[in-house]
Nanobody, 122 residues
């Protein structure tokens, strides 16, 4: 099982980025997928997840209304559309498989992809 995160980069405040998490074996495994981030000298933060079964989504309050998670089963890829980015969104972003993803939170993680760096700066 492999996860490949991509799409990070540098963007000005107020800008947008779309991250992608390409998973092998995703559909067959039945796992849900989540996005996380870790800023320098800060703890890892849960951001969002999506259920592979019914597309239920979860967002932490700090990104709700700005970030959108989506799933393309045909491409085995989960996307995180990030809008209205702020300097405090600067971090390394990771995707991971987890179970379960529910509307009020996410469960335990299993496999992690390598991170992709997002820098929000003017």
């Amino acid at each position: 099982f492999q996860l490949q995160a991509s799409g990070g980069g540098m963007v000005q405040p107020g800008g947008s980025l779309r991250l992608a998490c390409a998973a092998s074996g995703f559909a067959e495994d039945g796992s849900d997928i989540g996005w996380f981030r870790q800023a320098p000298e800060k703890e890892r933060q849960e951001l969002s997840c999506i259920s592979s079964r019914d597309r239920t989504t979860y967002y932490t309050d700090s990104v709700k209304d700005r970030f959108t998670i989506s799933l393309d089963n045909a491409k085995n890829t989960v996307y995180l559309q990030m809008n209205s980015l702020k300097p405090e969104d600067t971090a390394i972003y990771y995707c991971a498989t987890l179970w379960p993803c529910e509307a009020n939170g996410m469960g335990s993680t299993s496999y992690w992809g390598q991170g992709t760096l997002v820098t929000v700066s003017s």
